[in-house]
């Protein structure tokens, strides 16, 4: 099935690990072709062992879409598409230690995100990836009736607000499906997540809590989840389409560096 690639699954669901592939160069139409496969049938893919520049990084996120600036974290100096995720004895908080799915507040959520650390602690800061299609298929017949057609509201500021600490700044806020069907898989995934999702639309707030208390517990379960163990060079595909992701930060006051770009999406239907 894949011939210039090979690939080692990780969970019978979700995430598989990517070999026989050296990102810091240009890679032929059929190994984007054979990687976009990959993303489909896993969500998530890992690569080992590639020493990325900003511009190799680059180049590869771009062979799979448009590169989006992020909305509400700085980029770092010279590239507006690259963001550092960047963790250490000064940290007072880290990048995703919540579920999110990645600026789920935009009206176009990310297709995908790829991250690349080049400095990890000798143990901890694993991240963990749940899939909301495992989420979504595991639900009673009679919640995934409750939900079809449903939408959320996703808000981005109440999320940089609190770290940035600007309330003059507004950041994105959109409505969004709460079960969305995947562009290239035409699966159905869940796409509610505890860090940008405020509330249902068209339900009282005590309705709306609730619910939403049971569907974040509801796709935490780990029979639905991948944990990615980091090296130095390691690097981390995801489809924001149908997963999120958590990272752990159970390694302070040590330091964890790298950077990510974040690949357009589309308007979830
Ligand atoms: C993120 O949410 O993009 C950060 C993930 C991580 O640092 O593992």
Not at 198 to 224: K, M, R, W
Request: charged share 20%; with cysteine.
């Amino acid at each position: 099935m894949y011939q210039t690639i090979q690939v080692t699954p990780m969970t019978q669901r979700v995430g598989a690990e990517i070999f026989g592939v050296d990102l810091t160069q240009s890679l032929s139409a059929q190994t984007y072709d054979e990687i976009r496969r990959a993303l489909t049938e896993y969500q998530v893919i890992f690569f080992r062992d590639q020493k990325l520049d900003h511009d190799s990084h680059k180049r590869f996120g771009r062979g799979f879409g448009e590169l989006i600036i992020h909305p509400g974290v700085p980029s770092i100096e010279g590239h507006p598409d690259i963001v550092a995720i960047h963790a250490d004895a000064q940290s007072k908080y880290i990048a995703g230690e919540n579920w999110h799915s990645d600026l789920t507040c935009n009206e176009e959520p990310p297709m995908g995100s790829i991250l690349y650390l080049h400095t990890v602690p000798e143990v901890g800061g694993d991240t963990l990836f749940s899939s909301m299609y495992a989420a979504y298929d595991a639900l009673s017949d009679k919640m995934k009736a409750y939900l079809e057609g449903m939408t959320a509201e996703h808000d981005g500021n109440h999320v940089y607000q609190k770290i940035f600490k600007d309330l003059d700044k507004r950041y994105p806020c959109s409505d969004h499906p709460i079960v969305r069907t995947h562009p290239v898989s035409g699966r159905k995934a869940l796409f509610v997540n505890a860090s940008y999702t405020t509330h249902i639309n068209g339900v009282s707030d005590d309705e709306s809590d609730a619910i939403l208390a049971y569907l974040y517990q509801h796709c935490a379960n780990p029979n639905f989840q991948v944990r990615f163990r980091w090296k130095p060079h390691s690097l981390a595909f995801w489809d924001n389409r149908c997963l999120q992701h958590l990272a752990v930060w159970d390694y302070f006051p040590q330091v964890r560096s790298g950077f990510r770009v974040t690949i357009k999406g589309e308007k979830p239907v």
